[in-house]
């Protein structure tokens, strides 16, 4: 080769690498700002909604690839209540939805699919939901595990009634987690509906409302208010946690309905005009500590086929006819340092045998 070859060469080489040397100052795209609803695809990157955005019949977001963040920016995402649909879909791993305003949008506000495991939501507002009649209307629907919520309100979001005798009406449910090992933080229930008919004796054409739904296992739920006919639920899960829950319900219903096993149940404050403030159901091994009940009817603790609970520190003041309940095969529990406080029942009344008499109940 000739010197002017080697001259060439050596020049094309330093152009090439002068090339890529400018090119790696190019900061890579880590963020895109969307102005409509879309689908979101590309993995790594985190989506920045700069307006509200709104959708006739149709899902708004769909995310469809792994490791994305849609950051609303406080922006609105308005449905028309049309079924089948949802303000925000994932079926991807680590997504995370923060920010957001979500309306009108009762099948769920957001569903995150079977495939959608360790998903983050903060700072989310679902509003202004409702059902068609027959029919349950849900926030957020979270069928995989591994998740983490923090800071979520919801308001207004109303299943759908109807007449029917075998299913009398559609359920109400805030946030339905059948998954294990996730945290749930700061959740506000507001004006929501229907409350939970626990007898189901009648048909009065409402159906039932769960606050959190779970049933899965090792779960924490903690920092929940809780206003207007809404009841928790955690199902038929193990070792999972509820603590610091202010509930106020002024409707039929349940405050806290716990089946579980092994849960721990701590900082529980329940007032309810028309039900039973707390009610555990096939719920064995429990621990159930530091909970203050007020109800103008039924009563404010209740145990249901329940064995070997340990119970402290309970304070259950009623105008029905059981403070404290224990009955139908609830053996083997153990209550202290209680009291329950009537002026027409009984603080505490037994339908069962093999319990631990409280160390401490008044009847006044």
């Known amino acids: 080769m000739s010197m002017r070859g080697v001259r060439n060469n050596k020049y094309y080489l330093v152009l090439i690498l002068t090339f ?27 989506y920045v909604l700069n307006q509200s955005v709104s959708i006739a019949g149709s899902t708004c977001f769909n995310i469809t690839a792994a490791n994305i963040t849609l950051d609303c920016n406080r922006s609105y995402i308005v449905g028309d209540n049309s079924t089948d649909t949802y303000g925000i879909y994932s079926n991807q791993r680590n997504t995370t939805i923060k920010n957001c305003n979500i309306m009108g949008y009762p099948k769920s506000g957001i569903y995150l699919d079977v495939n959608s495991s360790n998903a983050t939501l903060t700072n989310i507002i679902i509003s202004n939901a409702s ?5 349950s209307a ?26 029917d005798e075998v299913n009398p009406g ?44 779970i049933t899965g296992d090792y779960n924490q739920l903690k920092n929940v208010f809780s206003d ?81 609970n340990n119970f402290s520190n309970i304070n259950a003041t009623c105008a029905g006819a059981w403070c404290i309940l224990i009955e139908w095969e609830s053996n083997y529990n153990n209550i202290t340092d209680s009291v329950g406080t ?7 009344y037994i339908l069962t ?12």
């Open 353 to 364: 045998q093999e319990i631990i008499i409280p160390s401490r109940i008044v009847q006044e």
């Open 170 to 213: 559609g359920n109400f449910i805030a946030i339905n987690v059948p998954g294990n090992h996730s945290m749930f933080n700061n959740i506000t229930l507001n004006n929501n509906s229907h409350g939970l008919d626990l007898t189901e004796l009648v048909d009065d054409g409402n159906g039932r409302s769960y606050g959190v739904q």
């Open 138 to 163: 849900y926030a957020i629907n979270a069928v995989a595990s591994n998740y983490n919520f923090s800071n979520l309100q919801f308001a207004n979001i109303h299943a759908g009634d109807c007449e």
């Open 131 to 135: 059902a068609s009649a027959c029919t």
């Open 342 to 348: 009537t002026d027409n029942g009984y603080g505490i």
């Open 228 to 308: 207007e006919a809404v009841a928790y639920f955690t199902g038929d899960g193990t070792y999972n946690n509820i603590s610091n829950v202010n509930a106020n319900i002024f409707s039929q219903g349940v405050g806290i309905w716990i089946s579980n096993t092994h849960a721990t149940i701590n900082n529980i404050s329940v007032h309810n005009n028309f039900g039973f403030a707390i009610y555990l159901q096939n719920s064995n091994y429990d621990i159930v500590t530091n909970i203050t009940t007020e109800t103008d009817s039924l009563g404010g603790l209740a145990l249901h086929n329940s064995k070997y």
């Open 20 to 46: 890529i040397f400018f090119l790696s100052l190019i900061p890579a795209v880590h963020s895109l700002t969307i102005d409509s609803c879309q689908e979101l695809n590309n993995t790594g990157i985190t």
